[in-house]
């Protein structure tokens, strides 16, 4: 820590600054005070840097992601101004020298114990950083800050996100190298693309220093492209590592990035009992006493300099307007570090950093649009077929048996293709993936419209499974990786969730009305419009910056994920008509279950784009992978029982079923584009997700009630309401958490992961109903007994188990989503912008 001199801003934002910190190849940093008494480290950016406008761009991006890093074990971005005149960004401050200091000045070479430590510390810090999408590129013991309870990592808010890494790289055009020589992993030195693994080589060289005090491949001085080829190829010497530590060490410096360990596998490695001090007693001390020396820290006045008349601003200063003109007589610092103001005001919430670069893109909306009519063509489509299946069977005298057929091809095919869906939006692109969903959707609607005979209807409707399947993840993906600021993703997914979480609603609405005005053939060719003009919009107004990532195919992870599901389908079809009991049922769901683990377990070992472990690892992930399963279930068991009542109950048309769904559909979208979506980024998402589920259930219970002689409004209506008001609350939280963290590269797989969740539930919540109803009309329909009363209790049956269904997703949710709310470390005037 040394004074401030003379060049040196006094106030940084809202930071008065006492102290320099340092400096590196990115700028200097500066201790920071804040007006209520909060000590912060302030990285102010190089005036060379801040002239790029890329940069500028991709350090709003990058400071974005940053601050959603919540880990213990790193320092939190709290603050930053990436327009201002020079960017910065402020962070927690660490009261603690960093680990290049203590081992090579203060103490020297490290314990094993304390290696131990700060290896499972620094893989968690990893795990935090991985989480929001970044990549540290430059984990080095001068990024490690050592403190009494452990290691922090700090320095993460200039790395490049992991959704910036596709293209002409920066330091290719600006002759920057992110990174430091002897901390760098092959792919950094060969130019290659960088995954989370390129971290984990970094901490085994971290590690490697720590217990020995030698760089990993020795000093650079001998040059640095001779230094950089030892990285790349030779293998790293580890004389001095601790022989409990050599195997992991050694894992981690392997220099295929798949082989490698994870940060998840090396913390479980390295766990250490909580209790012990992981460091030596004389380290200890130094420490509490520099923490308490910074207590009573404080800056060195100046010495005034006397000047005849008022010193002039510098040029940059005078022509900035952010830039208060009452500093201009003072004397003034460089123009590189000229006191800054935000530079975005939002009524009604203060100063707050503008929009990050990829959300600021100008067709964003547009592109929304079209990725919601995307996805409304495929639910559409699913559900008017299923409105429109009593008149395919009278035209094309089709059997029941034939029907079903029917029916399960489209399942099967949806549930098989959805990871290959995942995988390919991330191999050649989301938007890519979509056009050819889009264009199969539209070609297989129009071979169904010209169906003749159920066998072409099989075909037809296999296929439109097969290219909805593509559409699917390639929507989500879209939405998850083309916003990433806080505000605006919330509206994004809120508007998504409101068509995928009312897809069921939204097909009897528009079916119904179709299916009154046209036969069942007119409405499959507005499917093919619908498509049509979905790919249009795709072409012209869809913006994906991904495109082709050019990774290794996973073929492995592939069969079996796909595998897995598809068994997984077959069985719960089968299960409709041969009974639960079957052998050859429990067969089916012994091994749809055995390929999903060899699946899970497969890629521990992979680091390609699907990488679907990193889907559902982590206990936030899970939850809503199962909450979503859950409550697929409970909607699938449901809507088939209000469409019934309706028409056999009520005596309503078709259309007028449909129109009788609207106040579900409104209510939906009031849940989740204006109540979820404003609660999320300042609530943590187990609430509204647990809130939301449970409100659907009450909705359902009050449907439980329905009555053959019953009315709409007293009947229905209400709990259509809060059904769909906590479907929509539930649902944007679901998918939005589900999704985070993933990058663009891995966004496919992840939203394939999640939508096969979905998937699965919707099947089961099917076979559900058709088992109830099957054993109802068995056991009760008697021949004196009308048909419909028998069938309407049997619905009403169902609906007690699609309740149940839902409290169980809500209670799993809020005791397994542990994610914190985005923006709860923000201070209040920047809420609003982030």
């Known amino acids: 820590m040394d004074q401030l001199i003379a060049g040196d801003p006094t106030r940084i934002g809202p930071y008065r600054l006492i102290a320099r910190l340092g400096a590196g190849g990115m700028g200097l940093v500066y201790l920071g005070r804040s007006e209520g008494g909060r000590t912060v480290a302030v990285k102010v950016v190089q005036a060379e840097h801040a002239g790029h406008p890329e940069f500028r761009s991709r350090f709003a991006r990058e400071v974005a ?10 320092a939190d971005v709290l603050d930053a101004d990436p327009e201002a005149a020079v960017p910065w960004v402020a962070t927690q401050y660490i009261p603690g020298p960093d680990l290049q200091t203590v081992v090579a000045k203060d103490f020297g070479l490290l314990p094993e114990h304390s290696v131990r430590t700060l290896a499972n510390r620094l893989a968690l810090a990893l795990q935090a950083v991985h989480g929001a999408g970044l990549i540290h590129r430059d984990l080095k013991p001068s990024n490690v800050l050592v403190t009494v309870d452990g290691p922090r990592v700090i320095d993460f808010g200039i790395a490049r996100a992991v959704d910036s890494l596709g293209g002409d790289s920066l330091h290719t055009r600006t002759g920057m190298l992110i990174g430091s020589a ?7 030195v060969r130019g290659l693309e960088l995954t989370p693994a390129s971290d984990v080589f970094c901490l085994g060289a971290v590690l490697v220093y720590a217990a020995t005090g030698r760089l990993l491949f020795g000093a650079a001085d001998t040059g640095l492209n001779a230094h950089l080829f030892r990285v790349a190829e030779e293998e790293a010497d580890l004389t001095g590592v601790p022989e409990a530590l050599v195997d992991l060490v050694r894992a981690c410096l392997d220099k295929d990035p798949a082989k490698r360990p994870t940060p998840e596998q090396i913390a479980a490695r390295t766990a250490t009992d909580q209790a012990s001090e992981w460091l030596p007693g004389a380290v200890l001390a130094q420490l509490v006493r520099h923490a308490a020396q910074l207590l009573d820290y404080g800056p060195e006045v100046p010495a005034a300099t006397p000047v005849e008349a008022p010193v002039e601003a510098p040029a940059a200063a005078q022509s900035d307007p952010r830039i208060a003109p009452a500093q201009a007589p003072l004397l003034p610092p460089p123009p590189a570090y000229a006191p800054t103001a935000p530079a975005h005001f939002i009524p009604g919430q203060g100063f707050g950093p503008p929009p990050d670069a990829e959300s600021a893109h100008p067709r964003r909306w547009w592109g929304l649009a079209v990725i919601a009519l995307a996805q409304l063509t495929v639910v559409l489509d699913a559900a008017s077929f299923g409105m429109a299946a009593p008149s395919v069977q009278a035209d094309l005298h089709v059997g029941a048996g034939d029907m079903g057929l029917v029916f399960k091809a489209y399942a099967l095919a949806f549930g098989c293709t959805l990871l290959l869906g995942g995988y390919l939006a991330d191999l050649v692109g989301r938007r890519l993936t979509l056009i050819i969903g889009l264009a199969g959707c539209a070609a297989a609607s129009a071979l169904g419209g010209l169906a003749a005979a159920s066998g072409m209807l099989v075909v037809a409707r296999a296929l439109e499974g097969v290219f909805a399947a593509l559409v699917t993840p390639s929507a989500l993906a879209l939405v998850a990786g083309g916003f990433t600021d806080p505000k605006e993703r919330g509206r994004a997914f809120g508007i998504y969730a409101a068509i995928a979480g009312g897809g069921s609603a939204f097909g009897l609405l528009t079916g119904g009305l179709l299916l009154e005005f046209l036969p069942w053939r007119g409405s499959l060719y507005a499917g093919v419009l619908l498509a049509v003009i ?15 990532t050019g990774a290794r195919v996973d073929v492995a992870g592939l069969l079996l994920g796909t ?77 088939p029982a209000l469409g019934f009542y309706l028409q056999s109950g009520l005596g309503y048309a078709p259309a007028r079923t449909g129109v009788a769904f609207l106040p579900f559909v409104a209510a939906l979208v009031i849940g989740s584009t204006q109540v979820s979506a404003r609660l999320l980024p300042r609530v943590a998402p187990r609430v509204p997700i647990a809130a939301g ?16 002689d019953g009315a709409y409004v007293s009947h229905v209506l209400p709990g259509m309401l809060l059904t769909g008001f906590g479907i929509g609350l539930a649902f944007m939280p679901v998918f939005a958490t589900a999704t985070a963290g993933a990058g663009l590269q891995h966004s496919g797989a992840r939203s394939a992961t999640v939508t096969a969740a979905q998937h699965l539930g919707g099947v089961m919540g099917a076979v559900l109903l058709g088992t109830v109803l099957t054993d109802r009309l068995r056991h009760y329909a008697l021949p004196s007994g009308p048909i419909a009363g028998v069938m309407l209790r049997g619905y009403t049956s169902t609906l007690w188990w699609a309740v149940g269904a839902m409290l169980l997703a809500g209670l799993i949710a809020g005791l397994m989503v542990t994610a914190k709310a985005p923006h709860g470390d923000v201070p209040p005037v920047h809420k609003g912008g982030w």
């Open 65 to 74: 992601s940053a601050r959603r890093v919540g880990g213990t074990w790193t």
């Open 182 to 188: 002897g901390f760098m992993s092959p792919e950094q």
């Open 534 to 548: 979905a790919l249009i919009g795709a072409f012209t107004l869809l913006h994906d910056r991904q495109g082709r």
């Open 563 to 639: 595998g897995g599901f598809g068994v997984l389908t077959y069985g719960l079809t089968e299960a409709d008509h041969s009974g639960w009991t079957d052998p050859l049922i429990l067969i089916l769901f012994v091994a749809g279950a055995g390929l999903l683990a060899a699946f899970l377990w497969s890629q521990t070992r992979t680091s390609g784009p699907f990488r679907s472990l990193s889907t559902v690892r982590g206990r936030d992930r899970i939850g809503c992978l199962l909450a979503m399963l859950l409550a697929g279930v409970g909607i699938a068991a449901s809507f």
């Open 693 to 708: 589920l449970v409100c659907a259930a009450l909705g359902l219970l009050l449907l439980t009630g329905l009555e053959a």
